[in-house]
């Protein structure tokens, strides 16, 4: 007897027309729950329990303690457990049938690997262990090879978890063959396409990582075609250090210094390891200023002292210079404040040229929309800029310990103005704003209102009523420190509320975090909602080390008392009215 009927068939049909899958699966998570809701409504449990079991399998998270969470496939992937049953997935006999009847459907690769592989668990036939394997890995290539970060993020993730699994079924010698043809596969999409340098290295360390797996089983041909990949690495390495981006070169070495360490390649292991720390020299060579010399220099001697390299031409050079560098780094520094003033005239002009008869909350908006400078605006700023000697001159800006890295490359400067403009043409817009504010006669009552009528959450609403009550009072440091932190929750807060993930994995891969806002906005999903006008002036008022930097001084309790001051306040509290203007657009 079938078990999936014509209703839930037809969302299976559009759910597997979804065949490729971000890592964070928001659109296959919102369709199954517009799915659930009306089955629900229409009281039809059967169909409803199994939206609940095909949601159980996709690559949504688990509490795995206090303040801990994680990816239910992340987890399973480290687990020494992975050939048992997990206890956050259902075993009865109904999930049992209705995934074995699913699995006869044309179904995605990744959709078929999950299944396969829960059928393994539930009923230890060997025959889907390899099912799983083997579209796990047609699902690696297809992900793999399809721009867009979460994309990749997902091959990367289910390579990881594929490499763990056949461990665990210690069944290599099965699969070897299906392996070199992937790795091959995907060596030969990187070389012919050059995707971006993330997820390019995290694939190949995947790659290597398989490979060193395989190499005691390897044949002299095999080894012959991993070390095509070693070799690939170390011409990255070596345009990037011709590009002077020594980073990079260090990241691609430490690769090669991995795969060289794991096959006891004890040659290749040493030239790495000399090749890693002339990088780090070359590094603190190039370098225009002398306090990040002195850094680059501590590192190389650091690296050279724990991996215990012996080299007299070296050692008799790095010392003194990083000696000499740390003494010049000590008089390189100045401060340097400006300020502005505008004729109470011109204010009044700008404001009736913007506002006209505009009131209430209305007003609010409007004023909001005026603060954030388009980027015509910041450019034609930026060009007034390039003729001035902080243009010409490479730029380092330091506070509280911070030192920026420096501006060199005249793209690099291009950019580095486009970010001053942007924040400094949003912060000469306040005054506009306070204009505003004392002509219209502005008070508390209006913002709250503007709150109120928002879509966030009400804990949110209460914490920026409390911000606004303590800016009306003049008690500008509470209101700096209560609002500025609210920026990223609010702009996360819509994005998710348009079906779209707002979190990423650690450093480590042991949790998943939310993102900060210097990543936000540099994301699509935050472009598309607020807009790139919007997303750049944010980045460069609240979270660039170059400027501002409200919110990270802020945060991180390196601001001076002088900047939580009323202009500050003001800035942000606008910049939330913008936010709060977005969450009111229906979805």
């Given amino acids: 007897m079938k078990i999936i009927d014509k209703e839930l068939g037809e969302v299976l049909v559009g759910l597997d027309k979804l065949e490729l899958e971000e890592y964070f699966p928001y659109e296959k998570e919102k369709l199954l729950g517009e799915a659930a809701k009306t089955f629900d409504l229409a009281h039809n449990q059967q169909d409803l329990d199994l939206i609940r079991l095909e949601r159980m399998l996709l690559n949504n998270t688990i509490a795995l303690g206090v303040g801990v969470i994680s990816d239910k ?161 170390e011409s990255k390495a070596d345009g990037c250090v011709s590009a002077k981006e020594f980073d990079g070169a260090i990241q691609w070495e430490v690769l090669v210094e991995h795969f060289g360490k794991e096959t006891r390649s004890q040659d290749l292991f040493e030239k790495a390891r000399r090749n890693h720390l002339s990088f780090l020299i070359a590094k603190a060579e190039a370098l225009p200023v002398s306090i990040l010399k002195s850094s680059a220099y501590e590192s190389a001697i650091r690296y050279m002292n724990l991996n ?65 400078p388009s980027k015509s605006q910041v450019e034609k700023q930026a060009n007034l800029s390039e003729g001035s000697l902080a243009y010409i001159l490479p730029t380092v800006i330091q506070y509280a310990g911070h030192t920026s890295a420096p501006i060199t490359s005249l793209e690099d400067k291009h950019r580095l103005e486009m970010l001053k403009s942007a924040s400094l043409i949003l912060q000469f817009n306040t005054v506009i704003l306070q204009g505003a504010m004392e002509k219209y006669k502005i008070t508390d009552a209006t913002f709250k209102t503007e709150i109120d009528e928002s879509n966030i959450g009400d804990n949110s609403k209460s914490l ?28 996360r807060q819509e994005v998710r509320r348009r079906g779209k993930s707002t979190s990423k994995f650690s450093s480590d891969d042991s949790a998943i975090n939310l993102k900060l806002l210097g990543e936000l906005v540099s994301t699509q999903e935050i472009i598309a909602v607020f807009g790139e006008d919007f997303c750049h002036a944010i980045g460069a008022y609240y979270s660039n080390p170059r400027n501002h930097n409200l919110r990270n001084r802020l945060g991180h309790g390196v601001m001076e008392i002088s900047d939580f001051n009323r202009i500050n306040s003001l800035v942000t509290l606008f910049v939330i009215v913008f936010i709060l203007s977005k969450t009111k657009e229906t979805i």
């Avoid at 010698?173 to 999409?189: F, G, N």
């Avoid at 560098?325 to 401060?335: D, G, N, P, Q, T």
């Avoid at 800016?471 to 920026?487: A, K, M, R, T």
């Fill in 73 to 233: 496939w992340a987890y399973i992937s480290t687990s020494d457990k992975i050939n048992q049953k997990f206890s956050f997935w259902k075993y009865d006999q109904l999930a049992v049938d209705y995934f074995k009847e699913r699995l006869e459907m044309q179904i995605p690769p990744l959709a078929q690997a999950r299944i396969s592989f829960y059928l393994w668990t539930a009923t230890k036939n060997f025959d889907y262990a390899i099912a799983a394997i083997n579209k796990f890995m047609e699902a690696i290539y297809s992900h793999a090879v399809t721009p867009g970060f979460e994309f990749q993020r997902t091959s990367f993730e289910v390579g990881k978890f594929m490499l763990h699994f056949l461990k665990c079924l210690n069944r290599k010698s099965d699969l070897k063959a299906s392996y070199l043809l992937l790795c091959e596969k995907i060596v030969e999409e990187i070389r012919n396409k050059e995707p971006g340098s993330i997820w390019l290295r995290n694939w190949i360390q995947t790659t290597l990582t398989l490979y060193v797996y395989l190499w005691p089983d390897f044949s002299d041909l095999e080894k012959e075609s991993a070390l095509k990949l070693i070799n690939f690495c």
């Fill in 308 to 372: 215990a390299i012996r080299d007299e031409k070296i050692g008799v050079n790095l010392m003194p210079d990083f000696e000499r560098a740390s003494e010049a780094s000590k008089i390189e520094f100045k401060e340097v404040r400006t300020s502005v003033e505008i004729p109470q005239a011109s204010v009044d002009q700008e404001l009736e040229r913007i506002c006209g008869s505009t009131t209430g909350t209305a007003l609010l908006e409007l004023l909001a929309e005026y603060l954030i």
């Fill in 464 to 491: 920026l009523k409390y911000g606004v009550e303590k800016h009306f009072s003049g008690d500008y440091v509470s209101s700096n420190h209560v609002l500025v932190l609210q920026i990223e929750e609010l702009m």
